[in-house]
């Protein structure tokens, strides 16, 4: 049974919350890092706070998280001594938020820049321009002070990059945008029964439908190299100039083991595996640097380290504090999104449940559209 959930609607002014946090950190044999996660709601504002991630080590910490109902754009800070910083950045359905924490899991500074969009207008662009607006906008004397930032994006919105120069190759595909009867098909003959990536908005179906449709192999003879970014993956992209690289959570609907990290060979005998991310890291980990050009743009040190990211809930759900196997969130967005930490892998499309990893523990969430459609599916066998 589900433990009764926790709602994290960030409709309450100032919350005492137990979270992991700890300064940026590197030591032989550890690998130790820590990122500020950002939760967000887009009809009620930000909750924020900092994780760590380490290979040996997991310092938890009582830190004042705050949550409150912000207007479209806001700006704050706090006073600080010169000290190391770390930068989260959600980019969510609605808007671009940041938050600078210092290493003892302080608020410093948050903001945010609300989208753009014209009716007409790709995403690629209402991101770009908020996502550079938004670090360009950081006071420069705390910029200073960044040594590592973190993305979080919309969970399955993918596009199609050219990995050498980073050309967008084809309209995005967001998060919940069905792909139609002939992807979900496809998908559910190549996934096991269980899988997460059987369904008709997954990034496995975007996948599949770029196949289908030639878009990919067009790309490929006009002489690009195309690759599938989901949404924190192409932003982080932006920084380090780096085109091959995701994390776990947001390779999970694509197809990706994060048990045995690496791909499955049921995915790997596809034509279109060659589009996969190369290189799959846990969230947290070192992606690689700033570029010059991207620096010299933002005024970002070029020594920030860019740590690989994860989804926009599972951010959520690492900022609601929980401290234990049983604990859940609800996350109330544009989707809803209840998640429960478990020592437990557990996976069931045909019921809508499935799991992230967060370190040595699995994230258990449901996914009730893509459940209901395999259930109407007449080819599920429950």
């Known amino acids: 049974m589900l433990a009764a959930p926790s709602t994290?609607?960030?409709?309450?002014?100032?919350v005492r919350l137990s979270c992991p946090?700890?300064?940026?950190?590197?030591a032989v044999g550890t690998c130790a890092r820590s990122h500020a996660c950002v939760a967000t709601s887009a009809a009620s504002g930000a909750l924020v706070c900092s994780r760590q991630s380490s290979l040996k080590t997991r310092a938890w910490r009582d830190i004042t998280c705050q949550a409150r109902s912000a207007p479209s754009s806001v700006a704050a800070s706090a006073p600080i001594a010169s000290s190391t910083l770390s930068l989260g950045i959600d980019c969510g359905t609605s808007g671009a938020r940041a938050i600078l924490i210092d290493g003892g899991g302080k608020i410093v500074h948050e903001s945010q820049?609300?989208?753009?969009?014209?009716?007409?207008?790709?995403?690629?662009?209402?991101?770009?321009?908020?996502?550079?607006?938004?670090?360009?906008?950081?006071?420069?004397?705390?910029k200073n002070n960044i040594s590592s930032l973190c993305i979080d994006g919309t969970s399955s919105t993918a596009l199609l990059v050219d990995?050498?120069?980073?050309?967008?190759?084809?309209?995005?595909?967001?998060?919940?945008?069905?792909?139609?009867?002939?992807?979900?098909?496809?998908?559910?003959?190549?996934?096991?029964?269980?899988h997460c990536a059987r369904g008709s908005t997954s990034t496995l179906a975007k996948l599949i439908n770029?196949?289908?449709?030639?878009?990919?192999?067009?790309?490929?003879?006009?002489?690009?190299?195309?690759?599938?970014?989901?949404?924190?993956?192409?932003?982080?992209s932006l920084l380090t100039g780096r085109r091959d690289t995701s994390d776990w959570?947001?390779?999970?609907?694509?197809?990706?083991?994060?048990?045995?990290?690496?791909?499955?060979?049921?995915?790997?005998?596809?034509?279109?595996?060659?589009?996969l991310p190369p290189r799959v890291l846990e969230p947290?980990?070192?992606?690689?640097?700033?570029?010059?050009?991207m620096a010299e743009l933002t005024g970002l040190p070029k020594a920030c380290t860019v740590c690989a990211g994860t989804s926009d809930s599972t951010s959520a759900f690492i900022a609601a504090g929980v401290q234990g196997p049983g604990e859940a969130v609800t996350s109330l967005g544009s989707t809803f999104a209840p998640k429960l930490?478990?020592?437990?892998?557990?996976?069931?499309?045909?019921?809508g449940v499935y799991s992230q990893r967060i370190g040595d523990s699995w994230l258990e969430e449901h996914q009730t559209q893509e459940a209901q459609s395999l259930r109407n599916s007449s080819q599920v066998i429950s």
């Open 210 to 236: 770029w196949h289908n449709s030639g878009t990919w192999q067009q790309a490929k003879e006009d002489g690009y190299s195309p690759v599938l970014l989901h949404h924190a993956d192409w932003l982080a």
């Open 113 to 142: 820049i609300p989208f753009d969009k014209l009716k007409s207008e790709d995403w690629v662009g209402p991101w770009t321009r908020a996502f550079t607006d938004l670090l360009k906008q950081l006071p420069q004397g705390l």
């Open 21 to 26: 946090s700890s300064p940026v950190a590197a």
């Open 163 to 194: 990995s050498r120069r980073g050309d967008i190759l084809a309209p995005t595909k967001i998060y919940n945008e069905d792909q139609g009867a002939e992807a979900f098909e496809a998908t559910k003959a190549i996934a096991p029964e269980w």
């Open 284 to 293: 947290g980990k070192a992606v690689g640097t700033i570029t010059d050009q």
């Open 249 to 275: 959570n947001n390779t999970l609907k694509l197809g990706y083991d994060p048990e045995a990290q690496c791909y499955p060979d049921w995915l790997l005998a596809q034509p279109y595996a060659g589009l």
């Open 341 to 351: 930490l478990s020592k437990t892998r557990v996976d069931n499309a045909f019921y």
């Open 8 to 14: 994290c609607i960030c409709e309450t002014p100032t």
